[in-house]
Nanobody
């Protein structure tokens, strides 16, 4: 079992930056692949980025590629999402998730989820 909690969300102007953190607890938290997803009001939850357990493989949605960077510190059981050049359309609740293998963008493939953190980008 993996428990996670996100932090770092907030209100930022378009063009600004935020760094989200996701701290995990549990015996195998550091060995799981981790992902970031987001859900805007009235929309389905969508994939943002993922990273494998060692941190040497990453995957990004086209909408964030080149602007967002996912990374992890296994000593701290923490995954980060650095978000630069934010746009109003990035406004959403951001969730971190974990699964036992890297390579999926599907919400239903991730059994473990944090409660989410709100990111609001003003124009």
């Amino acid at each position: 079992q993996v428990q996670m909690v996100e932090s770092g969300g907030g209100l930022v102007q378009a063009g600004g930056s935020l760094r989200l953190s996701c701290a995990a607890s549990g015996r195998t938290g550091s060995s799981y692949a981790r992902g970031w997803f987001r859900q805007a009001p009235g929309k389905e939850r969508e994939f943002v980025a993922a990273i494998n357990w060692s941190g040497d493989s990453t995957d990004y949605a086209d909408s964030v590629k080149g602007r967002f960077t996912i990374s992890r510190d296994n000593a701290k059981n923490t995954v980060y999402l650095q978000m630069n050049r934010l746009k109003p359309e990035d406004t959403a609740v951001y969730y971190c998730a974990a699964r036992n293998a890297f390579g999926s963008r599907a919400v239903y493939d991730y059994p473990f989820w944090g409660p989410g953190t709100q990111v609001t980008v003003s124009s």
